[in-house]
């Protein structure tokens, strides 16, 4: 945790581009805003939108389509009106602190390619492989079938998501990759990630990578973990330069090319 | 191996585990079987199954058997692939895998990157890839068991007026693609790619260079506009090693003026080696076409006896109100018939099967009527093929139009199409069924439709005896395919754009049609069989 708090001001990322008549985010990638804002948003937002902006009473601010398609302006006024007919006040404070919050908040859901990173992904990619990520997880077409396919992780999460699913990865396990066994009538066991299951049909990908289309009719039993299948120990097998980066390698992997940038690109007024 | 060509005649038994055997070249010149491994099920365009567990006696007690929702359905126009069990069916810029006898989803790939959202009309599979193509150009090949990137590469610049709409065209070694764009000015083409690396193999452009054999055909203000998109996917003679891909309207659309010529290879359909690229032959339905009647109708392949000896001939209907006979191995006109009534702006075609035309039915500023309406005597939507009865079953749309041309300047790419064909309020457009015989041209048999007159779903024939259609009213409906005589129907509730399949798993046969938002599949009624709660999922974990 103290990682990432060290961590996040260096995280800074791109947005939306605004519309003609809005204002612009005077702070956009400002680091110091960045952490302006986090302390803003554990005191003032925390406890309704979790201290990471995981989400509980009020929305997950992190993963949201709705976070990453409002401009910076439609955020602003979000927090300073509030939500009509929902629990969210609106904030009394300053402008300055607003777009603190909004810069903040813009960090935490950004995809990790289109922020700027600390770690140096070729060494990253040095630790994915001494690691065994590839026993599981698939890029390009090479590594295994249990895990879910990175070859665009970058360009699909935010920084946050990929270091917490390294270091915890038992806290989100991404629909289709749930440990299942299954006993069939014939006798047989099989054992891999339920890809789906109802309780009249399973589709199940076993750890050979074979694919098993069953029904229910079919198995004497069948157990579905709430676990993750892959090892939580992450945080201690990897020193904290090898932790930033194996991030660092996954928030590159992209299938379009995707520019880190710390300003977004302007369109209106006079080109300066 | 043997094993597994059983099982692919019967399909998956029932608790199976998908064969680790990828798809091969033979598998899809032997397609359709249990599996459906092409758009329109075979190579040749037939659309028609050699399935006949449902057949003319029983298809009276199908029932559905499983739907599944697609989240982000708006207008679905997939038609979906089948292989060993397992379901592929696309929407804009998705690919989702399902299990075919249950419709429960096995992998979702999105790619939410894409640039452009356009409807998709489907994948093709190769070894263990499912290739398609995404809104703004880029082929993705993915793992059919996992739905992992195997490869993403751009092939067209959406900057120069392309999209993708089509589900590409596996051949041999290689995935064919081609463009969308035709409306607004872009130069189209199709190319060729590796499927196992994505890399460009070949590229040919319908519409000629400056210079090259063609261009004379065009004014030279838009030969580099000129259209010609190529975003229905083609069919492929394997004995011949020919493919045959239709191309789109000349540009802009409804105004000739600034383009005097045939505008080749507009309109046209074009025998391609697809092991080089080059063009052995084309022949265009509709020279300097002036009322948006892409030749993006099927070009169907069979094989007929014709004045007393065996020819290979490829069938289309098109949408300018003629039914086409060609000589697929040279190209050779060999007899073109109304298939519409409603048909006013050529009195026929002559023996080379150049439309003589009427005069004053070319689009005009105060408009001008003329028919079929812009919409064509038929489309994109899939016709069938039944070598049994003999019969080409085809959609079929009667209506005229209003058509409104433009002398304002043409801007490439700024959505502009010289004019417009307007439907006439007080003649709405009806929709049949029609079976015309190739034979002779003549039709068979009708069955009209009732409904607003706006879908674009097609046909798939078994060897039953029955075919079955989306009609305009949201049905899937089966008919006799000897005679036309109503059988079955089932009312989806949504309009319909997209054509059936039928297929086979854990040994039974389905049919499945994508409606506006959700893939229904059909089944002979069994008597359900009380499935109790395993131990193992009383409780959560």
Redesign the interface.
Known sequence: MRLFLLLLPAVLCAQPVPRMDEPDNPLTGDPAAVEAGRKLFTASCGACHGATGEGGRGPNLRDGKLIRRSSDFQMFNTIRKGVPGSDMPGANLPDANIWQLVTFVRALGAPAAETIVPGEPSRGELVYAKSGCAGCH?I??R?G?LGP?L??IG??RSYEYLRESVLKPGERISA?YQPV?VK?K?GRTLEGVA???????F?L?DKD???????????A???????SLMPADYGERLSKEEMTDLVAYLSKR???P?EARRRPERRRGAPR | MRGFILCALIGLPAAAQVTDRGVTFDDIRQSPNANWLTYAGDYKGTRHSPLKQIHRGNVASLVPKWTYHMETGRRLEVSPIVYDGVMYVTNSNEVQALDAGTGRRIWWYKDEQSEIQRVNRGAAILGDHVFFATGDCHLVALDRKTGAVLWHKKYADTSKGYFATLAPLVVKDRVLVGVGGGDSGMRGFLSAHSASTGEELWKLYTIPARGEAGAETWSEKLIDWGGAATWLSGTYDPELNLVYWTTGNPWPDFFGGDRRGDNLYSCSVIAIDPDTGKRKWHFQFTPHDTHDWDAQGWPVLIDIPWKGQARKVLLHANRNGFFYVLDRVTGEFLRATPFVDKLDWAKGVDDKGRPIEVPGKDPSPAGTKACPCVRGASNWMSPSYDSETGLFYVVTLEQCDVYVSSSKEPEPMHNFAGGAGEQIPTEPGKFYLRALDPKTGNRAWDYPMTGPGTMWAGTVSTAGGVVFFGDDDGHLVALDSANGRHLWHFNMGQPLFASPVTYAAGGKQYVTIASQTDIFTFGLFEPATAVPVLEGLKTLK
């Open positions: 698939m390009s077409g590594g079938t396919d070859s665009n360009a699909a289709g066994t069939l014939d890809r789906n299951y109802t309780n009249y049909s589709q990908m990578g074979k694919l098993y289309l069953l029904n229910a009719s079919d198995l039993d069948a157990k579905v973990d709430v676990a992209t299938l379009r995707v």
